[in-house]
């Protein structure tokens, strides 16, 4: 169904004739529909996670706030991730719009090698371009997760506040508040890059 992905076991089957170590154990596959918009997805789906109950975080940027799209009068665009609350990692990604075909190259790379939302938000991407919508929606889901850290940071000081019978602090403001904030974050802990856990095995 999907040339691409027959290309690549073609070439596992080649080299497992010719004696060589080789097995088919992609993780992302992706998937484009070229219509108009253009569709694309690879990993896991916002659907398929709901069917199988599996917590996600889900990260989404409108084109219509992309500058490059408004150059090409195609704001109807939108760049969406699929991430592990857990550990931040990117499990699947959707794009919708007008080369979306082109653009999921980097969301399948993303999938293929584990890496982190994180990763997608640090990665330095020209501007104006589509790409920089991944970037975007990256830092978006950093922003919320922030604001939800800060949120149930201060229903906790209130909550010890009104046990005690005392006033709640307030949370320290200023940068270094904000980096103590970022610190406890999944998606920016030291300790969360690279993850061990569904990382493809080596062939012998």
């Known amino acids: 169904m999907l040339a691409h992905r027959a290309m690549r076991q073609g070439r596992i089957a080649a080299e497992v004739i010719a004696g060589r170590a080789s097995e088919f154990d992609n993780v992302a596959v992706p998937a484009v529909v070229f219509t108009d918009p253009e569709v694309a997805w690879c ?4 659907r398929e996670a709901k069917e199988a109950n599996r917590p996600v975080k889900v990260a989404r940027f409108q084109w219509a706030a992309s500058g490059r799209a408004a150059t090409l009068a195609r704001s109807d665009g939108l760049t969406k991730l699929i991430v592990d609350p857990e550990s931040g990692r990117v499990l699947g990604v959707g794009v919708v719009g007008p080369g979306a075909g082109e653009l999921i190259a980097e969301g399948a790379l993303a999938v293929e090698t584990a890496a982190l939302a994180e990763d997608l938000a640090a990665t330095i991407h020209a501007h104006p371009t589509l790409s920089e919508t991944f970037m975007e929606a990256a830092q ?6 922030q604001a939800a850290e800060e949120a149930h940071l201060r229903r906790c000081a209130s909550a010890a506040g009104s046990t005690s019978g005392s006033t709640p602090r307030r949370l320290p403001s200023g940068a ?6 970022l610190s406890r974050l999944p998606v920016f802990a030291s300790g969360s890059r690279r993850p061990t856990t569904g990382a493809r095995a080596t062939s012998a």
């Open 176 to 181: 270094a508040s904000h980096l103590d904030l």
């Open 140 to 145: 978006s889901l950093a922003r919320s997760t």
């Open 43 to 46: 990993g896991l789906t916002e």
